[in-house]
């Protein structure tokens, strides 16, 4: 029988997929489960985007669109980069994709060869470990306990970045929802400059979810200069509540623009119109929905976090955006519930689905075996019956 390419046996299922599988499982055989698990909005975008949508079905013309994307759509997203504060950008240092996902893994066959060194830290997003094992690219991590509050320091990023090809970076970060603050991305800018071989592609998807007036800082506009090697990912997904939608942005150099458009020659062909026009109404239309979902989900935050830090033993550094938290949950190890022995995190997160009917993603998943992720978009409804459960569980241990 003919084999597999190899990079198959490199290729792993997202582990996020996996237990919001057994937690739909669960709930199919008629247990009372509360996800955190997946990380989406759980919200639908405004009106007007569904009769933008209604409206492009009328003048559907069964034709192929563009490989970069319509005019209409990079205009509205070069506003809204202009709105984020990233001026200087034109239609040709853009381009669109099905999704952030398939922008990052355009970007890792734009830039990196096999044996290519990548760079990011730890904790990461699954997707990226996983793209770099596919690429055959070598990923270099970089620890970010919860003891430095996850976040990378310009000592980390300067050791790490001689021999490297790309500098893989998320701000807000999924999973521990920190946020680095307009000094610390000057400091890593600082940094970056110093190193004019590398790549850096920046994964800002959720810049729009940002809580407590730390505000949205990016590495163009610390230091300029940096201008030519970022490129910035972004999405529709979390901040308009369309992840299903699929449609990400990268802006950067024309010459990594362009490349990404030839592989969508290639790959997809082009977004489909309707999706396209969706986009568009999203990006322009008005901005409510997205501004009051991230209050709600500042409110959110704060009941999160005050719920974990009452846990004796357990750390969690306050997240600033996004929708997550991350709380390092090691003080269970080595307990048991209801005689069950908890060795480690995957341990900790299967004992506590099957008691307590509350699904969470290991921190293994995104590579710090400590923690643990909560996503916090469940219906409003069900967050505090899932702290009190997660609650409970501590309680119970010996």
Request: aromatic share 8%; charged share 20%.
């Amino acid at each position: 029988m003919p084999r597999l390419a190899a990079r198959m046996s490199r290729a792993k299922p997202s582990a996020i997929m996996l237990i919001a599988e057994k937690a739909k499982q669960l709930k199919a055989a008629g247990r009372d489960i509360i996800s955190f698990s997946i990380g989406v909005p759980n919200f639908l975008p405004g009106p007007h985007v569904y009769q933008a949508a209604r409206d492009a079905l009328e003048k559907d013309s069964g034709q192929y669109g563009s490989n970069r994307g319509p005019d209409g759509l990079l205009d509205a997203f070069l506003k809204h980069l202009e709105e984020g504060g990233l001026t200087g950008y034109q239609r040709s240092n853009l381009a669109t994709g099905i999704g952030a996902k398939h922008m990052l893994y355009n970007l890792g066959e734009a830039l990196l060869d096999a044996g290519d060194v990548i760079v990011f830290p730890v904790p990461y997003w699954t997707t990226y470990l996983d793209l770099a094992e596919i690429l055959d690219a070598k990923a270099r991590m970089l620890p970010c306990p919860s003891g430095q509050n996850y976040k990378l320091t310009p000592e980390q990023l300067d050791a790490a970045l001689p021999g490297a090809k790309v500098f893989l970076f998320n701000n807000p970060s999924n999973p521990t929802g920190m946020v680095y603050t307009k000094e610390e991305i000057a400091a890593l800018a600082d940094v970056l400059v110093r190193h004019p071989d590398v790549w850096v592609i920046c994964d800002d998807i959720y810049n729009r979810m940002v809580f407590d007036g730390v505000g949205y800082h990016n590495f163009v506009n610390a230091r300029p200069e940096l201008r030519d090697r970022v490129i910035h990912v972004d999405s529709i997904s979390k901040t308009y509540g369309m992840p299903g939608w699929r449609v990400g942005f990268i802006a950067g150099p024309e010459s990594v623009a362009n490349a990404v458009v030839t592989l969508n020659s290639n790959h997809i062909t082009n977004v489909p119109e309707v999706v396209n026009a969706a986009a568009r109404a999203a990006l322009e239309g008005p901005q409510d929905v997205p501004v009051e979902k991230n209050a709600e989900f500042s409110a959110r935050r704060d009941q999160v976090y005050d719920a974990l830090t009452a846990i004796p033993g357990v750390i969690c550094p306050r997240p600033q955006g996004a929708f997550y938290a991350f709380p390092n949950i090691s003080c269970a190890f080595g307990k048991s519930h209801n005689g069950i022995k908890i060795n480690n995190d995957v341990d900790f997160c299967s004992v506590l689905l099957e008691a307590k009917g509350l699904a969470c993603v290991p921190g293994s998943a995104f590579g710090d075996p400590l923690a643990l992720r909560i996503s916090y978009t469940c219906p409003a409804e069900q967050l505090a019956p899932g702290m009190q459960r997660f609650q409970e569980f501590f309680a119970e241990l010996k």
